[in-house]
Nanobody
Framework: QVQLVESGGGLVQPGGSLRLSCTVS????????MGWFRQAPGKEREFVAG????????AYGDSVKGRFTISRDNAKNAVYLQMNNLKPDDTAAYYC?????????????????WGQGTQVTVSS
């Protein structure tokens, strides 16, 4: 059974930074492309960032480009999301997801496993 556990969320002021982590257990982590998604109250879940199995290719949602960075450490079975210059609109529950493929996808429907989420609140 594959388990994903996110951590690192919290309350931060506008302009601040947070680093989210997601650890994966239950199968070989390098089998998966990984993605980060987020969902704000009353809104649909949206793609934030994706990374392929070996970390050689990444992609970002338009609203986070230039501010967020996704990375992975296959030796630690972990994927990270460094979030800088945070804005109130970044407030959401953040989820990591694993896709049994070399490539990430921007579509949540193409991911096989999900974490339970971690809350990020950006407010002064």
């Amino acid at each position: 059974q594959v388990q994903l556990v996110e951590s690192g969320g919290g309350l931060v002021q506008p302009g601040g930074s947070l680093r989210l982590s997601c650890t994966v257990s239950g199968r070989t982590f390098s089998s998966y492309a990984m993605g980060w998604f987020r969902q704000a109250p009353g809104k649909e879940r949206e793609f934030v960032a994706g990374i392929n199995r070996i970390g050689s290719s990444t992609a970002y949602g338009d609203s986070v480009k230039g501010r967020f960075t996704i990375s992975r450490d296959n030796a630690k079975n972990a994927v990270y999301l460094q979030m800088n210059n945070l804005k109130p609109d970044d407030t959401a529950a953040y989820y990591c997801a694993a896709r049994t493929s070399f490539y990430y996808s921007v579509s949540q429907d193409e991911y096989d496993y999900w974490g339970q989420g971690t809350q990020v609140t950006v407010s002064s």
